[in-house]
């Protein structure tokens, strides 16, 4: 799912480290590759599945053991951090810095789940439901300082940057609405009051939160 604005200082990473390399992990769909190509960008993909909705990744891999070596000049995971978080949040994935080449830089951008406005809730809601039924495939939404607080006990030397922004993509608010109530759902029941909630206050995508990592040996 794509992010707008991006950062700036991402922006900046894919005009300066770009040319070096740049490798999307757990590319899904490719909505995220479509929006690197409008900034000139064409990244590596990788994702565990295969071909989805007519789209191909470049690497069919698992995102925590990746088959590259130090290659990449931005690796970014969007998305991605809260579906690998139970595995990873000890740590950190370690993985994903091996990938790096030289000066090379990792890029963390994950939705917030938020409680105002109603848009951004029925997000927040809509995730929660969606790893409840996907157990093992997705989470829900990753909160930046439950971030923040695990990646302080990271023994990653370098650099971490953190912020937040808007995220003005616009969600697709009637396929969501056409996936709850294909499913005839209970009347009174969460899957009907979300529902009600997102025909009655719209959906949104709220607010997102991103992080940068750079060894320390180039930061």
Do not use: K
């Not at 396929?175 to 959906?203: F, K």
């Amino acid at each position: 799912m794509p992010f707008c604005p991006l950062p700036a200082t991402f922006s900046d990473d894919l005009a300066t480290r770009g040319p070096t390399g740049v490798l999307e992990l757990g590319a899904g769909e490719g909505a995220f590759a479509r929006v690197l190509a409008g900034h000139g960008v064409e990244a590596w993909t990788l994702d565990r599945r295969g071909p989805r909705l007519g789209v191909r990744p470049d690497v069919v891999a698992d995102a925590l053991a990746p088959p590259f070596g130090p290659t990449f000049g931005v690796v970014v995971a969007a998305n991605l951090l809260r579906q690998v978080w139970e595995d990873v949040a000890a740590t950190g994935p370690v993985a994903w810095r091996s990938l790096l080449a030289p000066g090379g830089v990792i890029w963390v951008l994950e939705d917030e789940p938020a409680e105002a406005p109603p848009a951004a809730r029925n997000y927040r809601d809509y995730q929660r439901l969606l790893a409840r039924l996907q157990p093992g495939s997705r989470g829900a939404l990753l909160a930046a300082e439950r971030f923040e607080a695990a990646r302080r006990r990271w023994d990653w030397p370098g650099r971490w940057e953190q912020g937040a922004s808007e995220n003005r993509w616009p969600a697709d608010r009637d396929a969501v609405v056409e996936l709850l109530a294909s499913g005839d759902p209970e009347p009174g029941g969460e899957v009907a009051g979300l529902l009600a909630s997102i025909r009655r206050s719209g959906l949104s995508y709220g607010r997102y939160w991103w992080a940068r990592w750079q060894a320390e040996d180039e930061a």
